[in-house]
């Protein structure tokens, strides 16, 4: 089992740039690649970006591409997602999760385990 606890979300101002962090535990090993996933109010859960874990390639979603980083520090098991111009419409539960098979993945259920979640808010 692998647990996941994200951190860093809250209410941020139209153009901040928060940084989300997402904690790994337990059998971290089985981790092949971690991503973001966000989800709006009556919206389905989209991709945001996903890395290799091992490797650091990473991938984003269109309507992030040269606005967030994804990162990771696989000496403290943890996993990041820098937001920089952030806009209202961006406002959602950020989930972070991760995948034991090959591949970076762009859809939730190639994705085995999920944190619970932080909301961010963007709004003036």
């Known amino acids: 089992q692998v647990q996941l606890v994200e951190s860093g979300g809250g209410l941020v101002q139209p153009g901040d740039s928060p940084r989300l962090s997402c904690a790994a535990s337990?059998?971290?090993?089985?981790?092949?690649?971690m991503a973001w996933f966000r989800q709006a109010p009556g919206k389905e859960r989209e991709f945001v970006a996903a890395v290799n874990w091992g490797g650091g390639r990473s991938t984003y979603a269109d309507s992030v591409k040269g606005r967030f980083t994804i990162s990771r520090d696989i000496g403290k098991n943890t996993l990041y997602l820098q937001m920089n111009s952030l806009k209202p419409e961006e406002t959602a539960v950020y989930y972070c999760?991760?995948?034991?098979?090959?591949?970076?993945?762009?859809?939730?259920?190639?994705?085995?385990?999920w944190g619970q979640g932080t909301q961010v808010t963007v709004s003036s």
């Open positions: 337990g059998r971290t090993l089985l981790i092949y690649s």
């Open positions: 999760a991760a995948k034991v098979d090959p591949g970076l993945g762009y859809r939730p259920p190639e994705y085995r385990y």
